[in-house]
């Protein structure tokens, strides 16, 4: 139980930082650290359901730091200055400008 709560703790650390890639990977460790817990477990165990109850608070508050941080960034987005795509045109030329 103290690694399942060691890997949350990262989690939460990773999608904090915006370290999405490394908290995918830490993210499926926690699952086979949570698989491994479940399976010494007998069915009618009550830790059972302590451990449903932390998994899926875990999972609530890291798809929310997930979209503030998407929210974050989008505004972030929409706030940068938007220069021209295209420089303004050149003032046509004559041929004379160009041979004369």
């Known amino acids: 139980m103290a690694e ?3 890997l ?3 989690l939460r650390s990773l999608v904090a930082q915006g370290r999405y890639q490394e908290a995918q990977g830490c ?3 926690y699952g086979q650290a949570l ?3 479940l399976r010494q477990l007998s069915p009618g165990d009550t830790r059972i359901r302590d451990l449903e109850t932390s998994w899926r608070r875990l999972l ?3 798809r929310r730091q997930v979209l503030v ?3 974050h960034a989008a505004f972030r987005l929409a706030h940068l200055p938007h220069p021209g795509l295209y420089s303004p045109p050149a003032a046509p030329r004559h041929n004379l400008d160009l041979f004369g």
């Open 4 to 6: 399942l709560e060691a």
């Open 8 to 10: 949350a703790g990262r």
């Open 27 to 29: 993210f499926a460790a």
């Open 35 to 37: 698989e491994a817990a």
């Open 60 to 62: 609530d508050r890291i």
């Open 69 to 71: 941080g998407r929210a």
